[in-house]
């Protein structure tokens, strides 16, 4: 029997779906975890959410998204850490132990700079997260990002921005559509014994059809899953492996259609 024990669906696999559709989908298909997003969650209302989350059984591998540090004002910093601050509240609410991090795209042509309000944002909600039982996963971006979504682009810089914290509170997450291509992968990810809080996977189909919308289901590009994924364990994560697709091509697919597929590929290929 394929063993599904550490999978999770990430609902923006399939984008069209409700939270309560999304419950229902890995109640049907026997997928123990989902990967939440927030604007889902409060389409539905926390309260509700939580109430449905924990009726369904199913498991929160991670809260999506907090981060978004840099600003061009303090004033819009300061808001930008009480969002922080309550996406953490949310993330303890609805069960989950981490809190994903994109940390902020680039503020003006400051390169050095945004990337010191990531440092001094996370700072400012560390000890919140670890008050309430969060860790705060920082998911480095691929490069092409750097601009627009996130100024920590590698899995060094996640790494050592990490290090300055508590590894009860702060730590890396892994994500293969980011990260394949760095030819320090293996050694970074060795650094990271302790550190690894989430483990995210798609594939790199080529040509890539677009920056934001162009990963696909894994097999169905050039990404060593099963390698990633060997020194990821070896590394000591232990914890949910989240399926996260942004495709139109899957998005308009039936969901149920995309998780029997997704189930088949993630034991074929992860």
Same mark, same amino acid.
């Given at each position: 029997?394929?063993?599904?024990?550490?999978?999770?669906?990430? &609902?923006?696999?399939?984008?069209?779906?409700?939270?309560?559709?999304?419950?229902? #989908?890995?109640?049907?298909?026997?997928?123990?975890?989902?990967?939440?997003?927030?604007?889902?969650? %409060?389409?539905?209302?926390? #309260?509700?959410?939580?109430?449905?989350? /924990?009726?369904?059984? $199913?498991?929160?591998?991670?809260?999506?998204?907090?981060?978004?540090?840099?600003?061009?004002?303090? %004033?819009?910093?300061?808001?930008?850490?009480?969002?922080?601050?309550?996406?953490?509240?949310?993330?303890?609410?609805?069960?989950?132990?981490?809190?994903?991090?994109?940390?902020?795209?680039?503020?003006?042509?400051d390169?050095?700079g945004?990337?010191?309000?990531?440092?001094?944002?996370?700072?400012?909600?560390?000890?919140?997260?670890?008050?309430?039982?969060?860790? !705060?996963?920082?998911?480095? !971006?691929?490069?092409?990002?750097?601009? %627009?979504?996130?100024?920590?682009?590698?899995?060094? &810089?996640?790494?050592? $921005?990490?290090?300055?914290?508590?590894?009860e509170?702060v730590?890396?997450?892994?994500?293969?559509f980011?990260?394949?291509?760095?030819?320090? !992968?293996?050694?970074?990810?060795? /650094? !990271?014994?302790?550190?690894?809080?989430?483990?995210?996977?798609?594939?790199?189909?080529?040509?890539?059809?677009?920056?934001?919308?162009?990963?696909?289901?894994?097999?169905?590009?050039? $990404?060593?899953?099963?390698?990633?994924?060997?020194?990821?364990?070896?590394?000591?994560?232990?914890?949910?492996?989240?399926?996260?697709?942004?495709?139109?091509?899957?998005?308009?697919?039936?969901?149920?259609?995309?998780?029997?597929?997704?189930?088949?590929?993630?034991?074929?290929?992860?």
């Amino acid at each position: 029997m394929a063993d599904l024990s550490r999978l999770s669906f990430n &609902q923006i696999t399939v984008n069209s779906w409700t939270l309560r559709e999304a419950l229902g #989908g890995c109640a049907r298909h026997g997928v123990p975890a989902i990967g939440l997003w927030r604007d889902r969650v %409060d389409a539905m209302g926390l #309260g509700a959410a939580t109430k449905l989350v /924990k009726e369904s059984g $199913i498991a929160v591998s991670s809260l999506c998204r907090g981060g978004g540090f840099p600003a061009a004002t303090q %004033d819009e910093r300061r808001k930008r850490i009480e969002n922080n601050l309550r996406a953490i509240d949310e993330a303890a609410a609805l069960g989950t132990t981490v809190l994903v991090l994109v940390c902020g795209a680039l503020v003006g042509r400051d390169l050095e700079g945004s990337r010191n309000m990531v440092v001094e944002g996370i700072a400012a909600i560390e000890t919140h997260a670890r008050e309430r039982g969060i860790k !705060l996963g920082i998911e480095p !971006l691929h490069p092409m990002y750097a601009a %627009d979504r996130s100024v920590v682009v590698t899995v060094k &810089q996640a790494r050592e $921005i990490a290090a300055r914290f508590p590894p009860e509170s702060v730590g890396v997450v892994v994500d293969v559509f980011h990260v394949w291509h760095d030819p320090d !992968l293996y050694s970074e990810i060795e /650094k !990271l014994q302790g550190r690894i809080v989430g483990f995210h996977v798609s594939d790199w189909p080529v040509p890539l059809p677009g920056i934001l919308m162009g990963r696909t289901m894994m097999g169905d590009g050039v $990404i060593e899953l099963s390698r990633i994924r060997s020194a990821v364990d070896k590394a000591g994560y232990a914890g949910p492996i989240e399926v996260e697709i942004f495709n139109q091509k899957i998005w308009d697919q039936p969901g149920d259609q995309v998780l029997e597929l997704m189930k088949r590929r993630f034991v074929e290929c992860v």
